[in-house]
């Protein structure tokens, strides 16, 4: 069987450190990572490993996790978590574990920036959301990081929304700036940053081709979903010729880089790796023997959050060869 020489290596950095927060003593609780494989070999990793008690998924998709699951015909199915997905109406697994794009944030920030407040150059960090079939009626429930008490205040406030506009109500112009070649999780911002814009009745959101039509267009205030530090860069040059003043720039960004150099907001991988770690302690709290499953094409992303993962529940890298 084909196994990811990538995850490996990712998770023997995340063993021995490589920049990540150190793990508390305790972590591991029993676990044993007795596996890593892509998605495409789950059904058969679980065959070889019936020992298996749990699956943690890192940004596979809901559906053809479940799938390749089922499709190991295992008499009892292990645990599954799903990290890096919001579920729908349909089957889920035990957990979901999503990272929250900060788009009804970043919508709130860029509407204030309209009105003259322009956001701080900051490092705004949401904690993650963990859905089970238990609290999705509900809405999943919030591991709060240190920015959604903010967001929380700000959105308490009248300008947060507004009312209906009126004839005297004066409509404010922000600017989507998408990614050439979007990632998924790229693509699940733009499609949150548009789903709260259309509800605020006093925001006209438009996407235009670059930054520099942004500022021709009148708009107040970009909004950004990119990783790429160059991409903002480029945006702020536009936006100091604007002719009422610099534009706010606020980037969407998981991965909350500092070479933003601007208002950035993000559920990092470590918040996402907390949560999940969390999770993985409700469901074996005396440990158990886990899987391990991401692309063997993982993105920079994803990449991360195998890191974060594995570092949290202290992995033995040694173990999955």
Known sequence: MMRSRG????????????????????????????????????????????????????????APTLGAVAAAGRDQSPFLIVVGARPGDGPMPDVCVEAPTGASAGVDLALLACQGTQPTNARYELGARTWTKANRAAGGATTAGPADAIFALLRS????????????????????????????????????????ASRRPTLELFEPASATAAVERGAGALLLTTSDPRETAAAQRAVRDAPDGPAAVIVLDPLLREDHDTCRIGCPPAAVARAAAAAVRRLLPEGGDVVLCAPSDADELTAARIAALANTLGFDPAKLR
């Open 7 to 62: 995850l490996l290596l990712l998770l023997a950095c995340a063993w021995t450190g490589c920049g990540q927060p150190k793990r508390a003593a305790g972590d591991e609780g029993g676990l044993r990572a007795v596996a890593a494989c892509a998605p495409t070999d789950l059904g058969a990793t679980l065959r070889e490993h019936p020992e298996a008690t749990l699956v943690i998924a890192v940004d596979c998709g809901i």
């Open 157 to 196: 406030q009248p300008t947060s929304a507004g009312p209906r506009p009126t004839a005297a109500t004066t409509v404010r112009k922000v600017a989507l700036l998408a990614s050439a070649q979007p990632t998924d999780a790229q693509q699940g911002a733009v499609e949150d940053v548009r789903a709260a």
